[in-house]
């Protein structure tokens, strides 16, 4: 009994020595769902690669900053310098969750990795309409921190159907509740962020509050029926944040 103790005892304690020194990478902010929705958004695939007919996987290195942002890109298999410039440019709109060390975020290198097919690339021009990712609106900076509320001249504007819209009025006229939470009888409050870029599209989705049951990904659903006009700072358009609380509690939904 003694002996089953002390191993006890002294597992718990090396357990506890090993924990601090566990690191934790950085991670993107959404997952794989916003890595898909960037990279199918922004992408571009020069005419130079194209006309090169070059094809195959980019593998690149970076680091993710206390800030949760990436820089310092290498690129160490490359397809072509373009295309590599291109996958670069798109990997700056991820934001991520920084690394985090002895309990402490930190700095962290990471590696990343896409492949690239011509045909491909075309039927996704093909599915979003549109070859190099436009902006329509100007003019607009190219800096890729988020502008705070404090110092946005003009906020964000949802607009639905080319009219501007209330948020709130919209989503309880178009919210649907899934099915999983009607049957498991969810009800509550679900908060999200995202960000809205200069061009207008949205990136970096997450999520601040869940209910389970499909709650989250219909907020998603119902914030990407709109268009936004991004918000304004000195005269430029600029990327910002924009936090929603979508409510599935209200009997009138």
Not at 41 to 61: D, M, T
Not at 62 to 70: A, S
Request: aromatic share 14%; hydrophobic share 35%; with cysteine.
């Amino acid at each position: 009994m003694k002996k089953s103790i002390f191993l006890f005892v002294l597992a718990m304690i090396s357990h506890s020595i090993f924990a601090q020194f566990i690191s934790y990478p950085a991670e993107i902010v959404g997952g794989s769902y916003n890595y898909k929705m960037v990279f199918e958004q922004e992408i571009y695939y020069p005419q130079a690669a194209k006309e090169a007919k070059a094809e195959g996987e980019i593998i690149i290195f970076f680091t993710v900053g206390e800030d949760g942002f990436g820089k310092d890109f290498k690129v160490v298999q490359s397809v072509h310098p373009e295309l590599d410039q291109a996958y670069i440019e798109m990997m700056k709109y991820l934001t991520w969750v920084p690394g985090n060390k002895d309990g402490a975020v930190c700095a962290s290198q990471e590696k990343k990795y896409q492949k690239f097919k011509i045909k491909k690339y075309d039927k996704l021009v093909k599915k979003r309409g549109y070859d190099q990712p436009p902006f329509p609106y100007t003019p607009y900076s190219s800096e890729m921190t988020l502008r705070p509320n404090s110092k946005l001249e003009q906020k964000t504007k949802p607009f639905y159907k080319n009219k501007e819209v209330n948020v709130y009025k919209f989503i309880s006229e178009y919210i649907k509740i899934p099915d999983a939470a009607v049957k498991q009888g969810i009800k509550g409050e679900v908060e999200i962020a995202f960000i809205v870029e200069p061009s207008g599209r949205l990136s970096n989705f997450r999520e601040i509050k869940g209910l389970g049951g499909g709650c989250t990904e219909e907020a998603y659903r119902l914030i990407q029926m709109l268009k936004w006009e991004p918000a304004k700072a000195n005269g430029e358009y600029v990327r910002s944040e924009y936090q929603i609380t979508v409510n599935f509690g209200n009997s009138k939904y």
